[in-house]
């Protein structure tokens, strides 16, 4: 029979490599649900507008997210949407786009409603220059009502090697008070099988600046399963970092999709490490972790107690979406820029991946809307209890069915029983409605989410998931 979880074990996790293994398969990361893949171009600008208009009734505060494709050179790993330049005049032409995509978009929106939250991601934003980036952010405050709130929560995704100390004043002066720096592995041998070579004395210099101007918090990304790749190095890296106590830290597995992601063609298969070795490289990486008493938040992302991350985990305020792990549960997310993606209200829309049809639309003085999907009632009582498991690692579906109008146990009979054989591995724990994960279930909260995701019942072969490990 189960054990319950107790109310601590619900944020923690029992490093368990037997059941890792026997369990790692591809599957969604859950950022939305439905996931991306099942959008549809029925769904355009007639649509979009009319979910603007329906979320107007609730005055949520907004979220905005702002994609910056532009990288100067590429990460072989990489498997984000970006355009390699080292031309960074192209960033006024961008920016100016951009900020038409705001003013078409903001009178849509009943006036007062207020960004609580802003992200830039990439891409790298800051391919930008400082007076590109101001420019942007003083013309996105004057479409939009910015919150002078306390609580605000303004973030930026900085490349260490192209950021200066004096670069981050100037953020501070714009309103951020988040950044997120990408690491992956110190190793000298690691980063040049990867093509990204930064050096450790800079990219701490670059944290101690964003401290040193009143950033409220920095992530800081790694990555475990990379070319080149040693438990030796990658203990090296982790105590590097440790020892400046980053607020977050996000520990990504590598995902070697090279039919998908042509820069990853780069990586010889036989200097990434056996899935044995990758194993151990996320055992080190918890172990050192949990050792420096940061909190598991989910998938790969954990932060220190007193952060705000943990503290709304603790709450039951968390909050999952394409920005990731969020404080900010109640609004509604407006995506701007190349392939950004919103949800607003019960719809998703998605701006065109190609940089050249975003343009065009843009040029064109249309909503640059190039699908999307608006979520049924189904659709809807699915993307609760997913985003329950994957906050909170646990789900009342009693209380869930209530909120719906439905009998949990009845319509979700299938499902429980595919949740079945987690059960008896331990992974995942039933009690009547209430359905969680255990500590060892914690790090494979995506097998556990899927057991509940309607279209994987008949999956697509086009559609291409990363591990779960």
Same mark, same amino acid.
């Given at each position: ?22 369990? /790692? ?11 991306? $893949? ?35 050179? $590429? ?107 990408? *690491?992956? /592995? ?19 210099? *670059? *944290? ?38 980053? /607020? ?25 490490? /056996? ?76 701006? $065109? ?59 979700? =009979? ?22 969680? =994960? ?24 086009? *559609? ?6």
């Amino acid at each position: 029979m189960d054990t319950p979880p107790l109310a601590s074990d619900r944020l923690g996790w029992s490093f368990d490599p037997d059941l890792l293994r026997r369990h /790692d398969r591809p599957g969604p990361r859950y950022t939305s649900y439905p996931t991306a $893949p099942h959008f549809h171009d029925g769904y355009g600008a007639a649509q979009f507008q009319a979910a603007v208009a329906r979320s107007n009734a609730s005055a949520r505060p907004l979220s905005l997210y702002v994609h910056v494709p532009y990288c100067t050179s $590429p990460c072989f790993y990489c498997g984000c949407n970006r355009v390699i330049s080292r031309d960074h005049g192209k960033g006024d032409a961008y920016v100016d786009r951009v900020l038409a995509e705001a003013r078409r978009v903001a009178p849509l929106f009943a006036a007062g409603r207020e960004v609580i939250q802003l992200h830039l991601g990439g891409g790298t934003p800051n391919f930008l220059s400082p007076a590109q980036l101001s420019r942007l952010v003083d013309g996105l405050r004057r479409c939009y009502r910015f919150s002078e709130d306390a609580a605000r929560d303004f973030s930026i995704e900085l490349d260490p090697r192209s950021v200066s100390a004096e670069d981050i004043a100037g953020l501070a002066r714009m309103g951020f008070n988040r950044a997120s720096l990408g *690491i992956q /592995d110190f190793d000298p041998a690691v980063q040049r099988a990867i093509n990204r070579v930064q050096g450790v004395e800079e990219t701490l210099a *670059i *944290i101690a600046a964003c401290r040193r101007n009143g950033l409220r918090s920095v992530n800081v990304d790694l990555i475990y399963g990379l070319p080149k790749q040693t438990p030796e190095g990658f203990a090296r890296t982790l105590e590097t970092v440790l020892a400046v106590r980053p /607020d977050r830290l996000a520990v990504y597995g590598y995902a070697h999709l090279p039919n998908l992601f042509r820069a990853q063609r780069r990586i010889a298969d036989a200097d990434l490490p /056996d899935p044995e070795r990758k194993l151990a490289l996320l055992g080190l990486a918890v172990e050192r972790l949990s050792a420096a008493g940061y909190q598991y938040i989910g998938l790969d992302h954990f932060a220190l107690p007193e952060e705000d991350l943990s503290r709304a985990q603790r709450a039951g305020d968390l909050h999952r979406n394409f920005m990731g792990y969020t404080t900010h549960a109640d609004t509604d997310l407006l995506g701007l820029g190349v392939s950004a993606i919103s949800r607003i209200d019960n719809g998703y829309s998605q701006n $065109p991946r190609e940089l050249k049809d975003w343009e065009a639309r843009i040029d064109a003085g249309d909503l640059p809307v190039w699908r999307g999907l608006e979520l049924d009632a189904d659709d809807l009582l699915r993307a609760e209890l997913i985003q329950e498991l994957m906050c909170h690692g646990r789900v009342d579906g009693r209380a869930l069915a209530a909120r719906h109008g439905v009998d949990f146990e009845r319509y979700f =009979a299938a499902e429980l029983a595919a949740l079945a054989p987690l059960q008896a591995d331990g992974l995942a724990h039933r009690s009547g409605s209430m359905v969680a =994960a255990t500590r060892r279930g914690r790090p494979l909260l995506r097998l556990i989410a899927m057991c509940f995701d309607r279209y994987l019942q008949a999956p697509q072969p086009s *559609i291409r998931y990363s591990r779960a490990i």
